[in-house]
């Protein structure tokens, strides 16, 4: 059983739920993502996405794309991420998943990156820009060293792409609650819920979680009430924006990410 099983586990046996905690990998540089990663697990996080930096980070909204801006200026790169999860696996033991687009991991090498992640301790990878149908040799490289490949599922997948996805993806299913960009909503897509059950009940059981325009804790307990867990990023990456520079910023972060858990 791999740490994402393991934690999804012990939640459903705790009757919790998963909070995901999304974090760009070098932002504001590698050293404070590394001290948030550990703050954030002390509040409550239960896995943590890392965000690997790309130039065109096309399912990304605003402030990730800054942020991921601002890494790569600083000279972020794939390597560097694995260099932190292997300083965090010295320390931690929560799963770490990286959310990366297929340029970097394909540049990166397939067989390297596959290496490289067992080596560094990774637990999952997400890829939005690499559709199931399009994933047969990534997946297959992935299989062999059960790194875990969390799928999306969205609000316009069709019901027998939804159950052949699910039947296809480990760790959990990343279903993406609303049309559009990651980044913060003052409101939630009213069908949603209806759409999350539809969701749970054709996921083979396989874990669901929903993310993109997640911003506050009613939001965080509303979604939760449908699904396994819930991925917030762009509200997280936006209060690390507005503290950078200020000596207590992980600390403040790591406070607003209890706040967003609440007691879900």
Partial sequence: MNRIDKKFSDLKKRKKKAFIAF????????????????????NGADIIELGIPFSDPIADGPVIQKASFEALKKGATLKKAFDLVTRLRRKTQIPLVFMSYFNPVLSYGLSRFVKDALRSGLDAVIIPDLPPEEEKLFAQEVSRCGLARILFIAPTTTLARAEKIARQAKGFIYFVSLTGTTGQRRQLPPELKGQLQRVKKNSHEIPVCAGFGVSSS????????????????????????????????????????KHLKGDI
């Fill in 218 to 257: 009613d939001q965080v307990r509303f979604i939760a009430a449908y699904c396994d867990g819930v991925i917030v990023g762009s509200a997280i990456v936006k209060k690390i924006s507005e503290k950078c520079g200020h000596a207590d910023m992980v600390r403040s972060v790591g406070l607003f990410v």
């Fill in 23 to 42: 974090l760009t990998a070098g932002y504001p540089d590698f050293s404070k993502t590394e001290q948030l990663v550990l703050e954030f697990e002390k």
